[in-house]
Structures are given as structure tokens and as C-alpha cells.
């Protein structure tokens, strides 16, 4: 694709074709664009660098740097040179299957779902993608419950204490003796 070789390792027959055709789809897409003369259209390595001086960055997001990292694992999977316009639902759901297959949490798979997402958003808002295929998250766990011993307990509150902050000194022995949480 645009001179470049593309390789892929697949752990299954069936993983390894499905991987043959995309390359294959990639390499039409490009070379119909080429005979069309279409180049409105980008690719999304384009979308990628473009949400990362958009939405991805130091001066808009906290996160920009696992934002970022999450948008390259994208890139890895699909391929910087694929058009935003070939990434389908079908395409998006076995990419999320195999981010489950191997082992990864529906938090983490979300992650890198809404990586994909913002991409796509972005060549949508900007007039390269008609529109954004529909990204069916996954199940996330409820995650969970930590409580806090009593020495954790009364360090908190000596130190709300020692602030100055009885209120919220209060608050938190009456949260603790409850067993109150959200």
C-alpha cells in the first residue's frame, strides 16, 4: 500500500485470512482512490495526527499522553494507511473481539474503542468521513470496593484536624461508621 509492504502475524487460519482481506480491501481502497482521483478522503494515520492537535493534547486533555497511546494501538491494529471510510462496524467488532481474546479487560477494550471513536468523530467533523460507524461498547466491570483500615481512618481525620477542617472532619466519621459510600 502506497509502496510500502504491509506483514501481519495471526495466531489462527481464520484470524490470518480475515487479516489477508483487509490488506487486500486497504490496497482496492487506495488504488480506486488513485484512479478516481479522490483524495478528499483520509486516512487514519490523517485522522490520528489530526485529533492529537485537536483533542489529544497537553493544553485540552490530562490524559493526552494515554489518549495518544491509546490512538497508536489503534493505528497498529487497522494500520495508519487505511481510509477512515473502510473502517466498518463489522471491521470494529472484531477488532474488539480480539482485544477480548487476548485477555483484555471491557474497560481497556472501551478504551481504545473511544480512541477509534474520536478519530473517526474528528474526519467526520472535518468533511473527510461522510459519517461514523456504530461502535457497540463493551461491559465494564463495577470495579471495586476498597475499605479503608483504622489507622487509615484516623490518619484522615488528624489530618482534616490539623487543617483546620472539622466539617469535613465529621463527615468523614460519619461516612466511615455508616458504612456510606457512592
Not at 478528499?40 to 483533542?55: G, H, I, P, S, V
Not at 489529544?56 to 490530562?62: C, F, Y
Not at 477509534?116 to 463495577?142: A, F, N, T, W, Y
Amino acid at each position: 500500500v502506497k509502496g510500502v509492504r504491509r506483514t501481519a502475524t495471526s495466531h489462527d487460519l481464520n484470524s490470518a485470512i480475515i487479516r489477508q482481506s483487509e490488506l487486500k480491501l486497504e490496497l482496492l481502497t487506495q488504488i480506486g482512490n488513485s484512479v478516481t482521483g479522490e483524495q478528499n478522503e483520509w486516512t487514519l494515520a490523517q485522522a490520528f495526527d489530526a485529533t492529537c492537535n485537536l483533542r489529544w493534547n497537553a493544553e485540552e486533555s490530562k490524559s493526552w499522553k494515554k489518549l495518544q497511546q491509546n490512538g497508536e494501538n489503534v493505528l497498529r491494529h487497522f494500520g495508519k494507511a487505511i481510509p477512515l471510510s473502510s473502517i466498518t462496524s463489522e471491521r470494529i467488532d472484531r477488532f474488539a473481539q480480539l482485544m477480548k481474546e487476548a485477555g483484555l479487560s471491557g474497560g481497556t477494550v472501551n478504551r481504545q474503542l473511544s480512541a477509534l471513536s474520536k478519530m473517526l468523530q474528528v474526519g467526520v467533523d472535518k468533511g473527510r468521513l461522510k459519517h461514523r460507524p456504530k461502535i457497540e461498547r463493551k461491559r465494564e466491570s463495577p470495579g471495586r470496593r476498597r475499605v479503608i483500615s483504622e489507622t487509615e481512618e484516623a490518619e484522615i481525620i488528624h489530618t482534616f484536624q490539623q487543617w483546620g477542617l472539622e466539617e469535613q472532619s465529621a463527615v468523614v466519621q460519619v461516612l466511615v461508621d455508616t458504612g456510606m459510600h457512592s
